[in-house]
């Protein structure tokens, strides 16, 4: 669902009370780690890009949480730590079914290869 939110502390107002940790556990992890990345709202969810192109983004859909992973080589190389139930994977995306399904552990180990990360953006 995309927000009309303005800003990413707008957006965090929003979200459902049973997301809001999980999301705004997202934001710091992606402030923490994502030096050099400009946080904004676009496509109606908080994203982090830079160089103008974003590689990261989070949103609260209806059925799930979604973290967007877009460097595809950072997707392909930790694909294998995601397979697990309640967890479904598209070409940039993780779709979690409910927030305690998030490793906060291998989302920081995905931001961090996303900063080292040259390779294609999807």
Do not use: W
């Not at 965090?12 to 050099?36: W, Y």
């Not at 982090?48 to 989070?58: D, K, L, Q, S, T």
């Not at 799930?64 to 479904?88: C, E, K, Q, W």
């Amino acid at each position: 669902m995309q927000s009309s939110a303005k800003t990413v502390p707008a957006y965090l107002k929003e979200v459902p009370a049973e997301r809001k940790a999980a999301l705004t556990k997202l934001r710091a992890l992606c402030r923490e780690h994502l030096k050099g990345f400009k946080e904004s709202m676009q496509y109606g969810m908080p994203s982090y890009h830079r160089n103008g192109i974003a590689e990261v983004g989070f949103a609260s859909q209806k059925h799930f949480i979604a973290l967007y992973i877009l460097r595809t080589d950072v997707m392909r190389s930790h694909r294998y730590l995601l397979n697990i139930p309640g967890v479904t994977l598209g070409k940039g995306c993780i779709r979690y079914s409910k927030p305690e399904k998030i490793d906060f552990d291998v989302v920081e180990k995905m931001l961090r290869a996303t900063v080292e990360s040259t390779g294609e953006v999807c």
